[in-house]
């Protein structure tokens, strides 16, 4: 009978202790309250002594881990565009009692407040600028919601947004509409390639041209110095001793007859001027410039030739005979 109450004092204190002791998960805490009323107590990560159950309640839970909460957004975007933006808050509680207490749903309340920091962000903006810059909404939502939650003893970690949502029959008119476009910006690239380079051949051709035109005007005024020099040859006033004359160096080199003139005196002197009649000397490069085509064509039979009739026709064999007359002038003269 003695151990009795020994044994009844051992079980009664056994049970305070356990009624007493509290054990708190990792990543968790727990909200003590007086029968379930007054808060007396935030317990974190552990073992706590507190007055006995049923006194003490453990009125509440909070985990302190990162939380993510998703959610779906509803936008229309400035240009009329209607879609679902998909994001995720990622946030920790750091005030546990006002978590539990202060807020009637908290969670609920917080999305909430994003979501309508989302919609006031995103219905400002393009969709295509939605798509391309999200972080500018995240940073604009984050600077409006954070100071809220931090009310409701949360902070942010962070807003993450996922690209835009279309339905099928907006997206498969977008994608008619950049594949529309892409096509426009490839011709406009093609064409421009094409002004490019038919500019840069006409350049070419003009250049071309340009060569092959003082080409034949040096021609020609080698063939008028050379003509003139004939057309005094065959006045008397001067003659002709022919030398030989290397032109270039090496294997390439070549022996060619060269004409000097000269005086009546057998000295080295230039053609004189002629006093030729323009129209003349005219018409003599036209008849020349017909031989011309005439020499050619013969190299190709069956070709047709057609040859002016007209006065330059005529006037081109007037040449020889005003130099049979200027021989017979001269003549006259020295007699």
């Given amino acids: 009978m003695f151990f009795i109450p020994i044994v009844i004092?051992?079980?009664?204190?056994?049970?305070?202790?356990?009624?007493?002791?509290?054990?708190?998960?990792?990543?968790?805490?727990?909200?003590?309250?007086?029968?379930?009323?007054k808060p007396i107590a935030m317990l974190n990560t552990g073992v706590h002594f507190t007055i006995p159950r049923p006194l003490a309640v453990t009125s509440a839970i909070v985990p302190t881990d990162i939380v993510a909460q998703k959610m779906q957004v509803q936008i229309k975007s400035a240009d009329n565009l209607v879609f679902e933006l998909p994001a995720t808050l990622q946030f920790q509680v750091t005030n546990a009692m006002r978590f539990a207490f202060e807020r009637d749903e908290p969670v609920s309340q917080m999305v909430n407040l994003v979501v309508a920091a989302l919609r006031s962000a995103a219905n400002r903006m393009e969709f295509q600028e939605i798509y391309d810059d999200k972080s500018f909404i995240q940073q604009e939502v984050e600077s409006t919601v954070s100071e809220h939650l931090a009310s409701f003893g949360v902070r942010i970690i962070d807003l993450v947004i996922d690209d835009p949502e279309l339905p099928?029959?907006?997206?498969?008119?977008?994608?008619?509409?950049?594949?529309?476009?892409?096509?426009?910006?490839?011709?406009?690239?093609?064409?421009?390639?094409?002004?490019?380079?038919?500019?840069?051949?006409?350049?070419?051709?003009?250049?071309?041209?340009?060569?092959?035109?003082?080409?034949?005007?040096?021609?020609?005024?080698?063939?008028?110095?050379?003509?003139?020099?004939?057309?005094?040859?065959?006045?008397?006033?001067?003659?002709?001793?022919w030398t030989d004359k290397v032109i270039g160096e090496g294997e390439t080199a070549q022996k060619v007859k060269t004409p000097v003139y000269v005086d009546r005196d057998g000295s080295p002197t230039i053609p004189p001027e002629l006093n030729m009649p323009a129209e003349l000397i005219l018409d003599f490069f036209k008849v020349l410039d017909?031989?011309?085509?005439?020499?050619?064509?013969?190299?190709?039979?069956?070709?047709?030739?057609?040859?002016?009739?007209?006065?330059?026709?005529?006037?081109?064999?007037?040449?020889?005979?005003?130099?049979?007359?200027?021989?017979?002038?001269?003549?006259?003269?020295?007699?």
Avoid: Y
């Fill in 9 to 37: 004092a051992v079980v009664v204190i056994l049970f305070l202790i356990s009624a007493c002791v509290h054990f708190v998960p990792p990543k968790r805490v727990h909200v003590i309250t007086l029968l379930g009323t």
């Fill in 168 to 241: 099928n029959t907006t997206q498969t008119a977008l994608n008619n509409i950049r594949e529309a476009e892409w096509g426009r910006r490839a011709a406009e690239h093609e064409a421009e390639a094409t002004r490019i380079r038919m500019v840069g051949e006409a350049r070419a051709e003009a250049e071309s041209t340009l060569l092959k035109a003082k080409a034949i005007a040096g021609f020609r005024m080698e063939i008028a110095e050379g003509n003139a020099a004939a057309i005094a040859v065959m006045q008397g006033k001067i003659g002709v001793r």
């Fill in 290 to 335: 017909g031989n011309e085509a005439i020499r050619d064509a013969a190299a190709k039979p069956g070709t047709v030739i057609l040859m002016p009739q007209g006065d330059g026709a005529r006037r081109g064999s007037d040449l020889g005979d005003w130099i049979a007359a200027q021989q017979a002038s001269s003549r006259i003269s020295a007699a």
